[in-house]
Structure formats: structure tokens, C-alpha cells
């Protein structure tokens, strides 16, 4: 079935580094531009980072701009966040999504589980 | 930027009780928003996008409309599977997610 399973959280400390994994399966993920999402504990959902199908548009949130890095590998039907510097408030919940059409911004229509980062000494 | 105002913060409903969310967008996103509900320790689930079009395998009992910058999310006939927190998200410009309102029990 189509699903999306994140992978890669954890506990890091205050200036380390992190990177998340998200394996798509069920659909053709070539085909769609994917995101990241996250959600600290008790808040909203904040959209983070979206990469197009093929890799050669990404654009960001201001919050994380020049910390983070979002890629794929197609070949390995596997979307990536590459978290840098990481601070107290990059801690939440963080969610790989699916766009629904053919837009880079898009509905988001498949979610992942979510994968855990606690930023703390 | 575009800021999204969602309305109420917190709504609380019987079974069976119609009720509607209401998201603000402050410059016109066209018809570009789609609504989410989430329940605790889940993921978001897509119930709307394009502001008025249901997702597959949504109940009929979820419906959206409006354009421009007012859109509205109304839930006919409460169910007890509806308690949970729903998010309006504009998609005209970036991605952006509204604040959520909590439907609770009353």
C-alpha cells in the first residue's frame, strides 16, 4: 500500500547535526515533489522543506534556511533532511509528506508516522 | 508573507451538532487550501484541497468553500470519530498552516 516511514530522530545536543530519512512504497515516487513537516509538542504543524520530483527545486522555511538540506534519491525511493546546527526550537515531531498533484506546493495527501527530534543537552 | 488566521481556536460540539471553521487568509490564495484533521499522536490526515474538493474515501458529512481569503470547513452531523484538531494550509505561496481549532466534546 502507499506509505512513507520516516526513520533517523533522536535526542542530539544543541549545535549537533541530524539527518532523517523518509522510504516511500505504492507509488511512483519519481513523480512527486515531497516535503517535510513538523510539529513540536503541543503546537501547530509547521511546514519545513519541499524538494521537487526530480530534485532541482527546494525551497525552504526562513527558520531553518541555511542549516537544513532537503534531497532524494530516486533510485532509492528515499526523501532526506540533513538538520544542522540544531537549536531547542528545531525540537518537534518531524513528518515526511507526499504532494497530492503535480504542483511543487500542493495538498499534502500521504503522511508518514513522524520521527521524533529532541535538540537538548 | 501570507498569514493564516484560523477560527475558532477551540469549538465545542455534541453528536450530531453541525458545526464550521473558519480560516483567513490575509491576501487572496485563489482556491488554493486544503483542510487536515488530526487526531493525538497521529499523523494529519487530508479531508479538503483545492477549498472545496473531498479527498477520497472523506465522508460526505465534510464539506469546504469559499475563495479569495475566507474559507470555511463545516462538519454536518457530528460524529464521535470527529473529535480531533483540524488545520486549514494555503499552498498558493509556499506552504503554510493555520493555527488549528480543537473540536471537543461538549
Known amino acids: 500500500q502507499v506509505q512513507l516511514v520516516e526513520s533517523g530522530g533522536g535526542v542530539v545536543q544543541p549545535g549537533r547535526s541530524l539527518r532523517l530519512s523518509c522510504t516511500a512504497s505504492?507509488?511512483?515516487?519519481?513523480?512527486?515533489?515531497m516535503h517535510w513537516v513538523r510539529q513540536a509538542p503541543g503546537k501547530g504543524l509547521e511546514w519545513v522543506a519541499v524538494?521537487?520530483?526530480?530534485?532541482?527545486?527546494?525551497y525552504y522555511v526562513d527558520s531553518v534556511k541555511g542549516r537544513f538540506t532537503i534531497s532524494r534519491d530516486n533510485s532509492k525511493n528515499t526523501l532526506y533532511l540533513q538538520m544542522n546546527s540544531l537549536r531547542a526550537g528545531d525540537t518537534a515531531v518531524y513528518y515526511c509528506?507526499?504532494?497530492?498533484?503535480?504542483?511543487?506546493?500542493?495538498?499534502?495527501?500521504?503522511w508518514g508516522h513522524g520521527t521524533m527530534v529532541t535538540v537538548s543537552s | 508573507d501570507i498569514q493564516m488566521t484560523q477560527s475558532p481556536s477551540t469549538l465545542s460540539a455534541s453528536v450530531g451538532d453541525r458545526v464550521s471553521i473558519t480560516c483567513r487568509a490575509s491576501q487572496s490564495i485563489s482556491s488554493w487550501l486544503a483542510w487536515y484533521q488530526q487526531k493525538p499522536g497521529k499523523a494529519p490526515k487530508l479531508l479538503i484541497y483545492k477549498a472545496s474538493n473531498l479527498q477520497s474515501g472523506v465522508p460526505s458529512r465534510f464539506s469546504g468553500s469559499g475563495s479569495g481569503t475566507e474559507f470555511t470547513l463545516t462538519i454536518n452531523n457530528l460524529q464521535p470519530d470527529d473529535f480531533a484538531t483540524y488545520y486549514c494550509q494555503q499552498y498558493n505561496s509556499y506552504s503554510l498552516f493555520g493555527g488549528g481549532t480543537k473540536v471537543e466534546i461538549k
Open positions: 505504492g507509488f511512483t515516487f519519481s513523480t512527486y515533489g
Open positions: 524538494i521537487s520530483y526530480d530534485g532541482t527545486d527546494k
Open positions: 509528506t507526499k504532494d497530492y498533484g503535480d504542483y511543487v506546493f500542493d495538498a499534502f495527501d500521504i
